[in-house]
């Protein structure tokens, strides 16, 4: 099992940048990919981004393509989500998620870190 800690929520203008962080600990080793989730008030989880951890390919959300960007540290395990541009709409509870190697599933959640964005 892997454990997720995230940070770096917080309010900001729109227009304004934040990063968030995603920790890692306990069987790192068998970890695939991480990504990014988020769900706003009244809607369904969605898909952010995604990173795999060993090759650092990347894969974007339509609707951050361009303001978004993932990154990793291995010597860290740790994720990194760089929003610039952020927009009214881009307000929800942010979730770090880890998916194991050989499945096919994000199983591995982290508590979510509110992320508001105001105009």
């Not at 770096?8 to 069987?27: E, F, N, P, W």
């Not at 008030?41 to 339509?62: C, H, L, M, N």
Request: charged share 15%.
């Amino acid at each position: 099992q892997v454990q997720l800690v995230e940070s770096g929520g917080g309010l900001v203008q729109a227009g304004g940048s934040l990063r968030l962080s995603c920790a890692a600990s306990g069987r790192t080793s068998s970890m695939y990919a991480m990504g990014w989730f988020r769900q706003a008030p009244g809607k369904e989880r969605e898909f952010v981004t995604q990173i795999v951890w060993s090759g650092a390919s990347t894969y974007y959300a339509d609707f951050v393509k361009g303001r978004f960007t993932i990154s990793r540290d291995k010597s860290k395990n740790t994720m990194y989500l760089q929003m610039n541009s952020l927009k009214p709409e881009d307000t929800a509870v942010y979730y770090c998620a880890v998916r194991s190697q050989g499945t096919g599933v994000f199983g591995s959640w982290g508590q979510g870190t509110q992320v508001t964005v105001s105009s």
